[in-house]
């Protein structure tokens, strides 16, 4: 079963650029989320999709950040325009999506973003 | 409101010694428990899970993690390292949303 892909694998714009990264989770998996993940902690929730709907956006700075599941299987997530501070790695993850609290994500290798 | 405190953030050990990797967490619901492995340049690796029944959980690499509800931690374990196991480990909780902890970075030296 193939995991959950990532793309770029890497990528380095200067301030107030545009950039975005595409993922696409395991086949069959209704949810979806992605991660930032800050050199020296942990991952914290961005966003997360049921099918093709947002279920939880509450920690995405929508000033700048902005993501989309139009057909309920990949997914986008841009910055627009970015700073310094979004220097990180994007965490994509996917799971079942029927499982409640006892769903176990799974993780793509992300996308590490450096901002000059 | 979930929060994970994984209390050292880097841990040295030789190679074949035992490890305990710290980690405790408050909430005011009932969590399930997990403990991810993110190893240099890849994405996280569940490594095992707590979600019911006995309270000690097992890896197949030889990892265990105990819940402890009186004390509120999910310490993992392995009683001999190997180099390979030199990588990032952090331990979730989940209530609503995964919170993880800030990471304890192994480091297994020859």
């Known amino acids: 079963e193939a995991g959950v892909a990532q793309s770029p694998r890497y990528k380095i714009i200067e301030k107030r650029q545009s950039v975005a990264f595409w993922c696409n989770p395991i086949?069959?998996?209704?949810?979806l989320y992605w991660y930032q993940q800050i050199l020296g902690q942990g991952p914290k929730l961005l966003i997360q999709f049921q099918n093709n709907g947002v279920v939880d956006d509450s920690q995405l700075p929508k000033d700048r950040f902005s993501a989309e599941r139009l057909k309920g299987v990949d997914s986008t997530l841009k910055i627009q325009p970015a700073k310094l501070e979004d220097s990180a790695v994007y965490l994509c993850?996917?799971?079942?999506?029927?499982?409640?609290?006892?769903?176990?994500?799974?993780f793509g290798p992300g996308t590490r973003l450096l901002v000059l | 409101a979930q929060s994970v405190t994984q209390l050292d953030s880097q841990v040295p050990v030789f190679e074949e010694a035992p490890v305990e990797l710290r980690c405790n967490y408050s909430?005011?619901?009932?969590?399930?428990l997990f403990w991810y492995v993110q190893y240099p340049n890849q994405g996280l690796q569940l490594l095992l899970k707590?979600?019911?029944?006995?309270?000690l959980v097992e890896s197949i690499n030889g990892f265990e993690a105990e819940f402890n509800k009186s004390q509120t931690s999910f310490h993992l374990r392995k009683p001999s390292v190997h180099i390979s196991d030199t990588a990032e480990y952090f331990c979730a909780v989940k209530g609503g949303k995964l919170i993880f902890g800030q990471g304890t970075e192994l480091s297994v030296k020859p």
């Open positions: 993850a996917s799971s079942l999506g029927d499982r409640g609290r006892e769903e176990t994500q799974y």
């Open positions: 707590y979600l019911s029944g006995s309270t």
């Open positions: 909430s005011s619901v009932s969590v399930y």
């Open positions: 086949s069959g998996h209704a949810t």
